[in-house]
């Protein structure tokens, strides 16, 4: 398996929570450079699940004090340098942190935020293609994505709203029925409707 690409979303458990609050929690990740993309809908593996959307993914170094520096200068490319140094997969760690939107409690799913976060070290996986259709057919949670407040807070809506339209069957309804529900959500913020309206564009 290529060190560059870690564990594909299909691949099953991604990693386990390490950090978990109201409205969020963050996953270390089981391979290197491993994680769910941007806008991914996963989910925590319980009995009564979480759902999360992946706001921020980083890869950075176990011991914080000591900054990678170049390796591969003599090397034909990553994977080459990879295979130089096997080193490199246990010296670095790949999280992601993912904003909650919603939960299943007795057999029902809830778009807005459970009772409490998933637990420290519960399993988290990406959902399959037809957990994201069902999901997104109401777009309830919206709201906590837009209000998240972080700078990358668009970037995330967008980037959900193109993958989620990949799972529905007609890609180019789901997109306009999303974007009339933004049009009533930032109906007074129309330069930040515009841009994302033009972010979900196929």
Do not use: W
């Not at 950090?19 to 993309?37: I, K, M, R, W």
């Amino acid at each position: 398996m290529s060190l560059l690409q870690g564990t594909g979303p299909e691949e099953g458990r991604l990693g386990e929570v390490v950090e978990a609050s109201s409205s969020a929690f963050t996953v270390h990740c089981y391979q290197l450079n491993g994680a769910a993309p941007l806008g991914a809908l996963v989910r925590s593996v319980a009995q009564e699940p979480t759902y999360g959307v992946v706001q921020n993914v980083a890869t950075v170094p176990l011991d914080a004090g000591r900054r990678p520096v170049a390796l591969g200068q003599e090397e034909a490319d990553q994977e080459a340098l990879y295979r130089s140094h096997p080193q490199l997969s246990r010296l670095f760690r790949t999280e992601f942190a993912a904003l909650i939107v919603g939960h299943r409690a007795a057999g029902r799913l809830y778009q807005y935020l459970p009772p409490r976060p998933p637990a420290i070290h519960a399993f988290v996986e990406t959902c399959p293609k037809d957990e994201v259709r069902a999901f997104s057919e109401r777009l309830d949670f919206l709201p906590l994505l837009l209000s998240a407040g972080t700078s990358l807070a668009d970037e995330v809506v967008a980037a959900f709203l193109r993958q989620a339209a990949s799972a529905h069957e007609d890609a180019s309804l789901f997109l306009a029925s999303a974007g009339r529900r933004l049009a009533t959500l930032l109906a007074r913020d129309l330069l930040r409707l515009n841009v994302l309206l033009r972010a979900i564009q196929p």
